[in-house]
């Protein structure tokens, strides 16, 4: 399996600087700054990143999961909520909670949530942040 690679530059201090967040094949990039971490601003930061990361690797794994039982699906949408906490130890990934809605005929909601199970048990990315 190939080794993956991402990148990040920054420039200047903490508060007033900014910086650039790439992929290594170049399919994402996207700048990022205090402001779009700790506040609103634009721009993405690592927290979206972990999420976006998170969120394609369950989708994928839950697509598998879903067809080996039988049950094709049309579509599997994901979103991830990544929450940057301020803990005793400092800023800190706290949870992440994923939301999953599925396009899938011919599968009830129990065996959803089951095949969901086994997608978060074989997913890497889910596995990896698994405490």
Known sequence: MP?????????????????????????????????????????????????????GCFSMAFSKALA?????????????????????AGFTVTRIELDTVGEVPGIDEAEFAKLAETAKQNCPISRLLSP
């Not at 506040?39 to 969120?55: D, F, M, R, S, Y």
């Open 68 to 88: 080996d039982a039988g049950a094709t699906p049309t579509s599997v949408e994901t979103t991830a909520k990544v929450h940057l906490d301020k803990t005793d």
């Open 3 to 55: 080794i993956r690679t991402a990148s990040a530059r920054w420039q200047g201090n903490l508060p007033e600087g900014s910086g650039t967040i790439r992929t290594g094949k170049g399919g994402l990039q996207g700048n990022y700054s205090f402001k779009s971490r700790f506040e609103e601003g634009e721009g993405t930061n690592p927290e979206e990143l972990i999420g976006a990361a998170h969120a």
